[in-house]
């Protein structure tokens, strides 16, 4: 769980949405402030989200110097201090228009998107709820042109636990199918998990798995939170991430993930304010 030295963990991986971000979709000043305190200790954060590169923009600062971040479900390895992708391991168009045939056999009513590192394409189908600037729309046949870092599969009106099931049995193993919010299920790259890119970046830092203390709430967050030494459920978690998570942390509206690392880390909570 810790290193021989100090006692603590040495990489602090944390999940975003429902986790270290609050229902408002901000971060709290007193959690900004302990990851600060973390960085400034030479402490690694690393953020691990499904989010898209075009929703981080806002989130960089909070990173700080020894700033690498896991973007689209492990897909994307993104380097903060120089803004740019270190890394893309995505969905080719032949092997991606293959998973779209197999799960519209399955789904009829779906629609799809894919995600690249430029942006969003969708086809006629595909629900926008985020009304993401310059998105693309049209036959995916035709948007799919390059690395697509996910598919993403949606159906607003079917019931949500037999849609996956369906769009999973569809994906089989040639792809990784995960979720995070009913009514979408995301597409990854065979082997393509938050995990398996936060182990990369672990080892790369020379950073064992029991030496990493991780938070998710949702079951795209479970591979992670099973590979890492210590693994924190937000009390707001699904139920098969709390059953999995070795601790239970406070949830995301009561700054959850910076109360733990606070307590862990014998950083003062509520931190002080800055001096003006």
Request: charge should be negative; proline fraction near 5%; glycine fraction near 8%.
């Amino acid at each position: 769980m810790t290193d021989a030295v100090s006692g603590l963990p040495r990489l602090v991986a944390t999940d975003l949405d429902g986790t270290l971000v609050r229902s408002d979709e901000t971060v709290s000043p007193e959690s900004a402030r302990v990851l600060a305190e973390l960085d400034r200790r030479g402490i690694p954060v690393v953020f691990v989200t499904a989010r898209p590169l075009r929703w981080m923009d806002e989130l960089w600062s909070m990173v700080g110097a020894h700033g690498l971040a896991v973007v689209s479900n492990g897909a994307i390895l993104y380097d903060v201090t120089r803004r740019e992708v270190r890394e893309v391991v995505g969905i080719d168009r032949e092997a991606g228009l293959r998973l779209v045939e197999a799960i519209a056999r399955a789904v009829p009513t779906a629609g799809f998107a894919i995600e690249r590192v430029d942006g969003l394409r969708q086809d006629e189908r595909f629900v926008d709820i985020h009304r993401a600037d310059g998105a693309l729309r049209g036959a995916l046949a035709d948007l799919w042109d390059t690395t697509a870092v996910k598919l993403l599969v949606q159906d607003l009106e079917a019931d949500p636990h037999i849609f996956r099931e369906a769009v999973v049995s569809a994906v089989g193993d040639n792809a990784v199918a995960t979720w995070s919010v009913d009514h979408l299920v995301e597409i990854s790259a065979p082997g393509i998990t938050k995990a398996a890119t936060l182990a990369r970046v672990a080892a790369g830092l020379g950073v064992d798995a029991a030496d990493v203390i991780a938070f998710g709430d949702m079951p795209n967050d479970l591979a992670m939170l099973g590979w890492a030494g210590t693994s924190y459920a937000m009390a707001n978690a699904h139920p098969d991430v709390l059953a999995l998570a070795d601790h239970v942390a406070p949830a995301n509206d009561d700054h959850g993930v910076a109360r733990v690392l606070a307590d862990v880390f014998s950083v003062n909570w509520p931190p002080p304010p800055p001096i003006c």
